[in-house]
């Protein structure tokens, strides 16, 4: 899936994150769980947000938020961080 990072984004993953766009690639790669939406009105998007938790390649877990390729647009990646406890339990709790 090709992946488009604005410039707005990759800085705040550098900066707010320290998250590089390498990392978030090879979350998509190392990936084994499924893709959840976020409900969350104030997160909403057309077409829904998709979010999952995995490891980079030095085994760094991260949280990836992106909007699905849709009309010809590829996937948008919107953040991508270390998530938190609450996080990780919904994601392992969907994954059972």
């Keep these: 899936m090709k992946i488009q990072f604005s410039s707005a984004v ?3 993953l550098l900066i707010k994150h320290s998250v590089t766009e390498k990392e ?4 998509f790669v190392n990936r084994d769980g499924n893709y959840l939406m976020d409900i969350r009105e104030q997160h909403r998007t ?3 947000t998709l979010w999952f938790i995995a490891q980079t390649n030095w085994g760094r ?3 990836v938020c992106f909007i699905p390729p849709h ?3 590829p996937a948008q990646l919107k953040s991508a961080f270390e998530p938190n406890d609450i996080e990780k339990r919904i994601y392992s709790s969907k994954q059972a």
């Design 10 to 12: 990759k800085e705040k």
């Design 24 to 27: 978030v690639l090879e979350c």
């Design 46 to 48: 057309t077409p829904p």
């Design 61 to 63: 877990m991260l949280k």
């Design 71 to 73: 009309q010809g647009h």
